[in-house]
């Protein structure tokens, strides 16, 4: 190093030194909470400002839904259980469009805004007949049950956010959108992640983003390993947590983006 730099340098070595004993990435605030634990003296978390948010989630009662209501909870967010068979929360069913209509009408009536919507409501990939899965009506049903259930209810949300200037939606879809080997599977995720890009387009620039997360194998105990050609698994509250950093005012620059969770196929690229 020149003589020069150690001259401009010396005063500020005090300054590095404190900080390098800092814990990165972040600096200050508080300890992540990861789920009801914490990360003693590592990681520092970014406030989310879900403070107050209204959010409503259908298939608020399924697997993933639940976590993203704790998770939404857990920040501050008013969370909105919603689905077909809700005992606790709102019902609503996403095929149809009288339902979807009223289910949002019926949170702005009581919350006077909608801040975000998180779509997770779809049957499960293990209640589909892989023997019919070519079928043209299985593949119709199916797409109708998670693609047009999406695009149904953010055509709902979507001209209140628009006239406040802000929200954020955000879709499950699934890893099997990336794969061949069942089209049903891939078609009704791969319809789902369409949609939502076409709608955030249309929405670029109003304030309102639109986003879809691709989760490989659900479980309650994920496995790190990853086979080739195949997604990672991860658990609900992962899920969750990628959701709930989505809705957050923080992420505004983010929007059209369809981001997998549990790593993407190994094997696969994709730009």
């Known amino acids: 190093m020149p003589a020069w730099a150690i001259g401009v340098l010396k005063p500020y070595a005090s300054v590095n030194l404190v900080l390098s004993s800092i814990p990165r990435p972040w600096r200050i605030g508080r300890p992540i909470p990861v789920g009801r634990r914490t990360v003693a003296g590592s ?27 704790a998770r939404l909870r857990a920040e501050g967010a008013t969370a909105i259980a919603a689905s077909r068979g809700a005992t606790d929360g709102l019902v609503l069913d996403a095929r149809d469009p009288a339902s979807v209509t009223a289910g949002v009408d019926s949170v702005l009536a ?22 019919r899965h070519a079928d043209p009506e299985q593949v119709l049903d199916a797409i109708d049950a998670k693609a047009m259930s999406f695009l149904r209810l953010a055509n709902a949300a979507l001209p209140t ?33 369409i949609a939502a890009k076409n709608l955030a387009d ?3 620039g109003s304030g309102v983003t639109i986003n879809t997360v691709s989760p490989g194998i659900v479980s309650d105990t ?18 969750a947590d990628l959701i709930a950093f989505l809705l957050s005012p923080r992420t505004g620059a983010i929007s059209g983006e369809s981001i997998a969770v549990g790593h993407r196929v190994r094997g696969v690229t994709s730009m």
């Open 110 to 131: 009581r919350h006077g805004r909608l801040d975000g919507l998180v779509v997770a409501a779809a049957p499960s990939a293990r209640t589909l007949d892989a023997a």
């Open 43 to 69: 990681v520092r978390w970014m406030d989310l400002e879900l403070g107050g948010a209204v959010v409503l989630v259908v298939g608020g009662t399924g697997l993933i839904g639940r976590a993203v209501v």
């Open 161 to 193: 956010m628009n006239r406040a200037g802000y929200g954020r939606i955000v879709g499950v879809s699934g890893q099997n959108a990336f794969l061949t080997g069942n089209v049903t599977g891939s078609v009704r995720n791969a319809a789902l992640i």
């Open 222 to 239: 994920p496995v790190s390993e990853v086979e080739p050609g195949r997604g990672g698994e991860s658990s609900p509250e992962q899920i």
């Open 202 to 204: 249309t929405a670029a």
